[in-house]
């Protein structure tokens, strides 16, 4: 696996940044998800994980180490990740309000997703945290769709307004629901992680089917008549 540059030019004097440099990760983040799995004991040997906003892609390089040659990670995110990793690890750029899990066959089901998902932030704290949990309440859906029953999800999220309904819909869907707050956040951020563990088989959803190419999906009855 080929280990890149840190590019959070802002942190050059943080601890963790240096420590990820020094280390070889992509960023900082990985230790985020280390004190987790470490908390949680969510990462084993042969696991299939989905990793939602995977870029720069240091979560990746954890799991991957983690889960070795027999275990499968699949990344995606609106930005392409430049690392080069073994054949069971993939990545692809995609938007997860346009992606489905139904992409990757009919009958594909991973054993944990994680989500360090964040959206651009536009300096409206208001804003930035709804959008923040859009994000959360789309990574819930998509392990809905994505996990076996029993599967666990992580998925980051600034607290605002729909905090309340997340935490409902994260504790109908799981055995067990836990909000954790990782040590490697900056002081100023209000980030946490919601950690859902064992799905419930009753909150298993089908993926809807990937969207058809658009010139496919025009119907016939509305296509242009024939000259
Ligand atoms: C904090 S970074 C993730 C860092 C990553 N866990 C790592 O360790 O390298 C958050 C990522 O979420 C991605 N993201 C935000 N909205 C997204 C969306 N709608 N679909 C896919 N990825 C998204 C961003 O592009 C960004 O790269």
């Known amino acids: 696996m080929s280990r890149p540059k840190l590019n959070d030019k802002l942190a050059r004097h943080d601890p963790a940044y240096l420590r990820a440099k020094r280390e070889n990760y992509a960023a900082r983040a990985v230790y985020k998800l280390e004190e987790?799995?470490?908390r949680f004991k969510l990462v084993r040997p042969g696991m299939r994980v989905l990793d939602l906003g995977c870029w720069p892609g240091s979560w990746m390089q954890y799991?991957?180490?983690?889960?070795?040659?027999?275990?499968l990670v699949y990344g995606i995110d609106l930005r392409p990740v430049s690392l080069s990793f073994p054949a069971n690890v993939q990545h692809v750029i995609a938007d997860v309000f346009e992606w489905t899990p139904a992409a990757l066959g009919?009958?594909?089901?991973?054993?944990?997703?994680?989500?360090?998902?964040?959206?651009?932030?536009?300096g409206d704290a208001h804003n930035d945290k709804w959008r923040s949990e859009s994000l959360a309440a789309r990574a819930l859906e998509i392990a809905r769709q994505a996990l076996r029953p029993g599967g666990h999800l992580v998925a980051k999220v600034f607290q605002g307004g729909q905090f309340p309904d997340l935490?409902?819909?994260w504790r109908e869907a799981f055995q067990e629901m836990k909000p954790f707050h990782a040590k490697n956040t900056r002081a100023s951020s209000s980030e946490q992680y919601l950690v859902g563990r064992g799905l419930r088989a009753s909150a298993v959803l089908p993926a809807p089917p990937p969207a058809a190419p658009a010139s496919a999906a025009v119907p016939a009855a509305v296509s242009p008549p024939k000259p």
């Open 167 to 169: 935490l409902k819909q």
């Open 36 to 38: 987790i799995d470490k």
């Open 106 to 122: 009919p009958d594909v089901r991973f054993d944990l997703v994680l989500s360090d998902m964040a959206p651009h932030t536009t």
């Open 63 to 71: 799991v991957a180490e983690k889960v070795g040659d027999d275990g």
